[in-house]
Protein backbone atom coordinates (compact mmCIF):
# COMPACT_ATOMS: atom_id res chain seq x y z
CA UNK A 1 0.00 0.00 0.00
CA UNK A 2 0.48 3.58 0.05
CA UNK A 3 2.01 4.13 -3.56
CA UNK A 4 2.55 7.38 -5.06
CA UNK A 5 2.53 8.27 -8.88
CA UNK A 6 4.04 10.82 -10.69
CA UNK A 7 4.21 11.66 -14.75
CA UNK A 8 6.33 12.21 -16.48
CA UNK A 9 9.30 10.62 -14.98
CA UNK A 10 11.51 13.10 -16.65
CA UNK A 11 10.85 16.15 -19.30
CA UNK A 12 12.37 18.25 -21.70
CA UNK A 13 11.30 21.50 -22.45
CA UNK A 14 12.38 24.80 -23.93
CA UNK A 15 12.54 28.60 -22.11
CA UNK A 16 9.49 30.59 -21.46
CA UNK A 17 7.16 27.24 -21.98
CA UNK A 18 5.07 25.82 -19.09
CA UNK A 19 5.44 22.15 -17.47
CA UNK A 20 2.62 20.13 -15.48
CA UNK A 21 3.36 17.28 -13.39
CA UNK A 22 0.71 14.80 -11.35
CA UNK A 23 1.11 13.18 -8.35
CA UNK A 24 -1.63 10.86 -7.83
CA UNK A 25 -2.01 8.57 -4.21
CA UNK A 26 -3.02 5.07 -6.06
CA UNK A 27 -4.09 3.18 -3.30
CA UNK A 28 -5.29 5.66 -0.43
CA UNK A 29 -6.64 8.63 -0.45
CA UNK A 30 -4.25 11.88 0.40
CA UNK A 31 -5.88 15.06 1.75
CA UNK A 32 -2.39 16.54 2.09
CA UNK A 33 0.22 16.34 -0.61
CA UNK A 34 3.75 17.74 -0.62
CA UNK A 35 6.16 19.20 -3.56
CA UNK A 36 9.56 18.94 -3.13
CA UNK A 37 12.78 19.94 -5.39
CA UNK A 38 15.90 18.77 -5.28
CA UNK A 39 19.35 20.00 -7.05
CA UNK A 40 22.18 17.67 -7.40
CA UNK A 41 24.28 16.81 -4.66
CA UNK A 42 21.76 18.64 -2.51
CA UNK A 43 18.67 17.79 0.42
CA UNK A 44 15.43 17.90 -0.33
CA UNK A 45 13.84 21.30 -0.27
CA UNK A 46 9.68 21.34 0.46
CA UNK A 47 8.30 23.80 -2.12
CA UNK A 48 4.78 24.13 -0.50
CA UNK A 49 1.93 21.85 1.19
CA UNK A 50 -0.76 21.25 -1.08
CA UNK A 51 -4.26 20.45 0.62
CA UNK A 52 -7.42 18.83 -1.12
CA UNK A 53 -9.99 21.46 -1.99
CA UNK A 54 -7.50 24.78 -0.50
CA UNK A 55 -4.95 26.43 -1.73
CA UNK A 56 -1.23 25.34 -1.36
CA UNK A 57 0.89 27.00 1.41
CA UNK A 58 4.10 28.13 -0.10
CA UNK A 59 7.56 27.90 1.71
CA UNK A 60 9.19 31.31 2.47
CA UNK A 61 11.21 31.83 -1.14
CA UNK A 62 8.71 29.82 -3.30
CA UNK A 63 7.14 32.21 -6.13
CA UNK A 64 3.70 30.80 -5.95
CA UNK A 65 2.69 32.48 -9.16
CA UNK A 66 5.52 30.57 -10.44
CA UNK A 67 5.27 26.90 -9.25
CA UNK A 68 1.01 26.52 -9.75
CA UNK A 69 -0.26 23.80 -7.27
CA UNK A 70 -3.68 22.52 -7.43
CA UNK A 71 -5.12 19.75 -5.39
CA UNK A 72 -8.86 19.33 -6.92
CA UNK A 73 -9.01 15.78 -5.84
CA UNK A 74 -7.88 13.10 -2.96
CA UNK A 75 -5.85 11.28 -5.05
CA UNK A 76 -4.39 14.25 -7.61
CA UNK A 77 -2.67 16.65 -7.07
CA UNK A 78 -0.35 18.72 -9.72
CA UNK A 79 2.41 21.42 -10.10
CA UNK A 80 2.39 23.87 -13.15
CA UNK A 81 6.01 25.49 -13.43
CA UNK A 82 5.67 28.71 -15.04
CA UNK A 83 7.35 30.29 -17.79
CA UNK A 84 10.23 27.79 -17.07
CA UNK A 85 13.67 28.71 -17.07
CA UNK A 86 16.80 26.73 -16.95
CA UNK A 87 17.60 27.60 -13.30
CA UNK A 88 14.19 25.58 -12.67
CA UNK A 89 15.80 22.41 -14.03
CA UNK A 90 15.90 20.04 -11.14
CA UNK A 91 14.29 16.89 -9.61
CA UNK A 92 10.83 17.59 -8.55
CA UNK A 93 9.19 15.06 -5.90
CA UNK A 94 5.85 14.58 -4.47
CA UNK A 95 4.81 13.00 -1.48
CA UNK A 96 1.53 12.49 0.53
CA UNK A 97 0.50 11.81 4.16
CA UNK A 98 -1.25 8.61 4.44
CA UNK A 99 -4.09 10.12 6.71
CA UNK A 100 -4.47 12.69 9.34
CA UNK A 101 -3.05 11.22 12.33
CA UNK A 102 0.30 10.41 11.61
CA UNK A 103 3.39 12.58 9.93
CA UNK A 104 5.04 10.04 7.73
CA UNK A 105 5.37 11.02 4.11
CA UNK A 106 5.48 8.58 1.13
CA UNK A 107 7.03 10.05 -2.22
CA UNK A 108 6.55 9.72 -6.01
CA UNK A 109 9.68 8.38 -7.81
CA UNK A 110 10.24 11.87 -8.96
CA UNK A 111 10.11 14.10 -12.22
CA UNK A 112 13.58 15.17 -13.41
CA UNK A 113 12.63 18.71 -15.67
CA UNK A 114 15.65 20.26 -17.78
CA UNK A 115 14.60 23.71 -19.66
CA UNK A 116 16.73 24.33 -22.19
CA UNK B 1 14.76 27.15 12.34
CA UNK B 2 14.28 23.92 12.67
CA UNK B 3 17.49 22.15 11.90
CA UNK B 4 18.18 18.52 11.31
CA UNK B 5 22.12 17.88 10.84
CA UNK B 6 23.81 14.85 9.71
CA UNK B 7 27.49 13.91 8.65
CA UNK B 8 27.37 14.35 4.99
CA UNK B 9 29.93 11.42 4.80
CA UNK B 10 31.23 8.86 3.07
CA UNK B 11 30.74 6.43 5.41
CA UNK B 12 32.54 3.34 4.04
CA UNK B 13 32.02 -0.03 5.86
CA UNK B 14 32.43 -3.61 4.66
CA UNK B 15 30.37 -6.32 3.70
CA UNK B 16 28.72 -7.70 6.50
CA UNK B 17 29.50 -5.17 9.27
CA UNK B 18 27.47 -2.63 11.10
CA UNK B 19 27.05 0.60 9.44
CA UNK B 20 25.65 3.43 12.30
CA UNK B 21 24.31 6.40 10.82
CA UNK B 22 23.23 9.67 13.15
CA UNK B 23 21.51 12.63 12.99
CA UNK B 24 20.82 15.91 15.55
CA UNK B 25 17.74 18.19 15.71
CA UNK B 26 17.27 21.13 16.94
CA UNK B 27 13.59 21.55 17.74
CA UNK B 28 12.62 19.45 21.26
CA UNK B 29 9.53 19.68 20.70
CA UNK B 30 9.44 17.48 17.58
CA UNK B 31 7.45 14.45 18.06
CA UNK B 32 8.14 11.99 14.80
CA UNK B 33 11.55 10.98 13.57
CA UNK B 34 11.54 9.11 9.90
CA UNK B 35 14.97 7.71 8.05
CA UNK B 36 14.69 7.61 4.54
CA UNK B 37 17.10 5.99 1.93
CA UNK B 38 17.59 7.80 -1.21
CA UNK B 39 19.36 5.58 -4.08
CA UNK B 40 21.13 8.26 -7.00
CA UNK B 41 18.72 9.53 -8.64
CA UNK B 42 16.04 8.22 -7.69
CA UNK B 43 13.27 9.57 -4.55
CA UNK B 44 13.37 8.79 -0.96
CA UNK B 45 12.07 5.29 -0.18
CA UNK B 46 10.92 5.25 3.72
CA UNK B 47 12.92 2.90 5.85
CA UNK B 48 11.48 3.19 9.60
CA UNK B 49 9.74 5.77 12.04
CA UNK B 50 10.11 6.27 15.38
CA UNK B 51 8.38 8.04 18.20
CA UNK B 52 9.40 6.72 21.38
CA UNK B 53 12.87 7.04 23.21
CA UNK B 54 14.68 3.74 23.00
CA UNK B 55 15.22 0.96 20.24
CA UNK B 56 12.77 0.05 17.11
CA UNK B 57 14.13 -2.80 15.38
CA UNK B 58 12.89 -3.72 11.45
CA UNK B 59 14.47 -6.67 10.15
CA UNK B 60 18.48 -5.54 9.57
CA UNK B 61 17.49 -1.73 10.40
CA UNK B 62 17.42 -0.37 14.27
CA UNK B 63 16.35 2.80 14.72
CA UNK B 64 17.42 4.60 18.11
CA UNK B 65 16.10 7.69 19.42
CA UNK B 66 17.00 10.18 22.68
CA UNK B 67 14.67 12.85 22.65
CA UNK B 68 16.97 14.13 25.73
CA UNK B 69 19.80 14.31 23.53
CA UNK B 70 17.78 15.48 20.51
CA UNK B 71 19.54 12.25 18.31
CA UNK B 72 18.63 9.69 16.42
CA UNK B 73 20.72 7.01 15.43
CA UNK B 74 20.18 3.91 12.54
CA UNK B 75 22.07 0.77 12.72
CA UNK B 76 21.93 -1.03 9.64
CA UNK B 77 23.36 -4.98 10.59
CA UNK B 78 24.89 -7.06 7.51
CA UNK B 79 25.55 -4.08 5.70
CA UNK B 80 25.39 -5.34 2.19
CA UNK B 81 26.50 -3.36 -1.24
CA UNK B 82 22.73 -2.81 -2.13
CA UNK B 83 22.55 -0.78 0.93
CA UNK B 84 25.03 2.16 -0.50
CA UNK B 85 22.46 4.75 -0.54
CA UNK B 86 22.48 8.32 1.12
CA UNK B 87 20.25 7.66 4.53
CA UNK B 88 18.12 11.00 4.78
CA UNK B 89 16.62 11.74 8.27
CA UNK B 90 13.70 13.83 8.71
CA UNK B 91 12.00 15.69 11.63
CA UNK B 92 8.39 16.48 12.20
CA UNK B 93 8.43 20.32 12.05
CA UNK B 94 5.10 21.46 12.66
CA UNK B 95 1.92 21.74 9.88
CA UNK B 96 2.54 18.12 9.01
CA UNK B 97 5.78 19.15 7.31
CA UNK B 98 8.80 17.01 7.84
CA UNK B 99 12.07 18.79 7.89
CA UNK B 100 14.97 16.80 5.69
CA UNK B 101 18.80 16.30 7.07
CA UNK B 102 21.57 16.99 3.96
CA UNK B 103 21.96 13.05 3.91
CA UNK B 104 24.32 10.71 5.01
CA UNK B 105 26.08 8.66 2.01
CA UNK B 106 26.77 5.11 2.73
CA UNK B 107 29.16 3.06 0.86
CA UNK B 108 29.13 -0.81 1.78
CA UNK B 109 32.17 -2.60 -0.12
CA UNK B 110 32.31 -5.97 -0.90
Known amino acids: GAVVSQHPSWVICKSGTSVKIECRSLDFQATTMFWYRQFPKQSLMLMAT?????????EQGVEKDKFLINHASLTLSTLTVTSAHPEDSSFYICSAKVGEGTDTQYFGPGTRLTVL | QKEVEQNSGPLSVPEGAIASLNCTYSDRVSQSFFWYRQYSGKSPELIMS????GDKEDGRFTAQLNKASQYVSLLIRDSQPSDSATYLCAVNGGYSTLTFGKGTMLLVSP
Open chain 2, 50 to 53: IYSN
Open chain 1, 50 to 58: SNEGSKATY
